[in-house]
């Protein structure tokens, strides 16, 4: 196969178009090597190679999805500027365009007065809510479900925050009686709802949750940084539609662009239903917040220096592809859906396979039929193997006894996790490689 470079010429042209902005500057002098640069860009190449086809649709395993051919040119386009997002003085046009794209996002949960900027990923996403909600919930504790990533107990930990982990459904969602059992007994700071758990792809029970929020006081953050962007799929099941429908209730959310959007690494979002909570950020620096009166993004952020190109490529993204719920870029998402759907169907009605639960998102976990934790582990493990040979990559998911005795009744649970097969469909042309996959996969048994 070829990788797609049609779009390079475009970046010549931007390029030409980035110059005329500078046309009354003197010339500066730049000698390159160009035979030397030329031998260590193709060594990049070359060791590049040794990657996994993250980019292809037989590429099925981890949450890695190709950024857009836009966001590519914008980012790559923003590198002969080198933006910094942290004040304006090192980003005047990136960070406007971080303000209009985070404006975007914000409003597909129905938010127009919000407080909220981009960072590196989900994980300094979370980190961001969980310090506010430290600040505004002190000694308090910290909830999130045994399927929530484990970024949040971390998190806490660097923070000096208490954290616990409360029971699962047999969904992999978060069992609510089991967090109203932990509220009766203790004050609760936040309750961490995940829209989309990396494991599983469950969504917990939101609505449930705010009900709750209304008798115990809690402050809900959404941990959408897999699913958030699913608000405007409009193929969910209906459990799962009713939780992304109480998304613009919660106090804070974090969605990662740099997953579903259509982004490179990194680029995460953290929002804020109040923009008060901007106060909390308040800190001086006497020599880069004093070139504007503008806010500007070092001043709402834990962050410092911080790429302007992600903004850049994300602003650009959203040009090309407004987030409408009936848009070019929602569509993408239902057909990711109805990949996993596909699939689940398939495994589904095959006697060889076992598969623990519905997909509500594009990730499918599933294994083959053996009479023990351990025989399915190995199994799995084998399956997983032989695939790798045939170009079909898959990931592999460790899960709890606890979580599937009920489901799985039969199994002889002579170890306390078992090894599953996970298939992350998150790419939209994965609709039309499923028969593809599936093929390659009875092939290896």
Known sequence: MRLERQSLKLLTEAIERLEDGFSNLPEIRQDLDLDRMR???????????????????????????????????????????????????GGRASSQMEKEAVSQIAEMFGWRTCLG???????????????????????????????????????????????????????????????????RRQEVGTVVATIGTTATGSVDPLSDI?????????????????????????????????????????????????????????????????PAVGSLYKHDSPYTYFSSKELHLGEISLECSRAGASAVALWATLRFMPLSRQGE??????????????????????????????????????????????????RSREIFSELEKEDIHLAIADLPEALLT?????????????????????KPEH???VDSIWEKILGVL
């Open 39 to 89: 031998n260590v860009i193709l060594e990049v190449a070359e060791r590049m190679q040794d990657n996994f086809p993250y980019f292809h649709p037989y590429y099925a395993g981890q949450m890695l999805k190709p950024p857009h051919p836009v966001a590519r040119l914008a980012y790559a386009l923003s590198l002969w500027i080198n933006p910094n997002n942290h004040a304006l003085d």
């Open 117 to 183: 900027h981009l960072c590196g990923g989900g994980t300094m996403a979370n980190l961001e809510a969980l310090w506010v909600s430290g600040r505004l919930k002190p000694g308090k504790k910290i909830l999130a479900s045994e399927q929530a990533h484990y970024t949040h107990r971390r998190i806490t930990e660097v923070l000096g925050l208490s954290f616990e982990s409360v029971a699962c459904d047999r969904q992999a969602r978060m069992d609510v009686k089991a967090l109203e059992r932990i509220l």
């Open 210 to 274: 705010v009900k709750l929020q209304a008798e115990y006081g809690f402050r809900i953050h959404a941990d959408a940084a897999y699913g958030g962007y699913f608000v405007l799929a409009d193929n969910l099941d209906a459990e799962t539609r009713k939780a992304f429908d109480c998304l613009g209730g919660v106090d804070s959310i974090a969605i990662d662009p740099h997953k579903h959007g259509l982004q490179p690494y990194g680029c995460g979002c953290i929002l804020f239903n109040d």
């Open 329 to 378: 870029f929602a569509e993408g998402l239902a057909k990711s859906r109805r990949s996993a759907v596909r699939l689940f169907e398939k495994i589904s009605s095959d006697s060889r396979f076992m598969i623990p639960f519905a997909p509500e998102l594009d990730i499918v976990v599933w294994a083959p039929s053996e009479e023990s934790a351990s025989a399915i582990s190995r």
């Open 406 to 426: 009920n489901t799985w009744p039969h199994i002889k649970w002579d170890q306390a996790r078992v090894t599953c097969l996970r298939s992350c469909l998150m």
């Open 431 to 433: 609709l039309d490689w």
